[in-house]
């Protein structure tokens, strides 16, 4: 039996060298993270992880705490999906945290109801200008065109005055975070009307997660938008020999990671009923980790959307477990910066061997 086959010109495949991809390497140490934590909680706290132990309950599965893992990371989850499209075209989005904040305050000013248990809302930012009870299109439209704003400035830098990417960013978050304490100088916003609460009520968070990620992950692979992303991502060079306009599509990746940041905004502000301007604080960072850990490389022309999901989950996981186990919140962060330098590691390591097999 052959061990290669023939293609076209003479060039063989040799099935040996075929990589797996790295969205399954990711499945398989969430897996792996998930039985470690269901091994720990029955050795150290008697109890299961992931699967139910109450009389009282009915169902193979703790059901809360699956809800829980993807709720609380459906929000930067929405984030990490827009820098994942960044880094793909070998770029960094900084300021996607200090967008979240500045977004939020102003798109809650806008939504914000005009009275409070019958009483007048007085401390409505726009009270006196009559802009209360507004429509929920209204609010939704603000706050997206902020993020749009934000993202198109950013790719406007990067992709035509050839700023680099950390530094344009950079620049943007410290600019957003300025907005968004000058926006009421420093006081929260509250008191959303009931249709603007009902983003980020229940699950909505997780469905907007979810429909965002399959809206994306399809695009990446089967329109031209797509292509163009990981073609610039894998040689900027050859991309512009091949007649794509890079600095116009890089513009529009970072406007699509602005908007994402945006939605974030109305969505967590919709949940916590409330915006001040700490919010989305080391959030970018957090998005960016989400990427890595899902396989995203951070030179460039390789990821997708399938495994910054997955990265998501492992996040979830690790929060949910160290939670589960009643451990300080620093462990977490320890944990996440271990994760995070070991799948840059190994996304080196693999580059390598790649390379190495090239030559060969």
Not at 68 to 88: D, E
Request: aromatic share 8%; with cysteine; hydrophobic share 50%.
């Amino acid at each position: 039996m052959a061990e290669t086959t023939h293609g076209i010109g003479g060039l063989t495949f040799d099935p040996r060298k075929r990589e797996m991809p790295a969205e399954i390497g990711v499945a398989l140490a969430l897996v792996l993270i998930v039985a470690v934590f269901e091994a720990l909680g029955w050795l150290l706290m008697n109890d299961s992880f992931l699967f139910n132990t109450r009389d009282n309950v009915d169902g193979l599965f703790n059901v809360a705490r699956l809800k829980i893992i993807i709720l609380q990371v459906s929000i930067i989850g929405i984030i990490a999906i827009g820098v994942t499209q960044v880094i793909i075209t070998g770029g960094i989005d900084l300021s996607s945290g200090s967008v979240v904040g500045a977004t939020a305050m102003i798109a809650m000013s806008f939504a914000q109801a005009g009275e409070i248990y019958g009483n007048p809302n007085d401390r409505a930012v726009f009270f006196e200008q009559g802009l209360v009870d507004l429509p929920i299109i209204v609010p939704l439209i603000v706050g997206l065109a902020c993020g749009v704003v934000a993202g198109g400035i950013n790719g406007l830098l990067v992709g035509y005055t050839r700023i680099p990417p950390f530094i344009a960013t950079l620049g943007m978050m410290v600019t957003a975070r300025g907005v968004a304490k000058w926006w009421t100088k420093g006081q929260p916003v509250s008191f959303p009307t009931d249709s603007y609460a009902a983003i980020g009520a229940g699950m909505m968070p997780v469905v907007i997660f979810g429909l965002i990620a399959i809206l994306f992950g399809l695009a990446l692979k089967f329109t031209v938008y797509g292509k163009h992303t990981y073609a610039i991502g894998s040689s900027e060079d050859a991309a512009r020999m091949s007649g794509i306009k890079v600095a116009r599509h890089k513009v529009l990746v970072y406007t699509i990671a602005g908007l994402l940041a945006a939605v974030a905004a109305i969505v967590l502000s919709s949940k916590n009923l409330t915006a001040q301007a700490g919010m989305g604080i080391m959030y970018e960072l957090d998005a960016i980790a989400m990427a890595v850990i899902g396989g995203v490389s951070l030179t460039g022309g390789r990821g997708s959307i399938t495994g910054t999901v997955l990265g998501a989950m492992i996040f979830g996981v690790i929060i949910s477990g160290f939670t589960f186990l009643k451990l300080d919140a620093y462990y977490q962060e320890m944990v996440k910066g271990a994760i995070i330098v070991g799948a840059v590691v190994l996304d080196q390591w693999r580059q390598r061997r790649k390379a190495s097999k090239v030559e060969k």
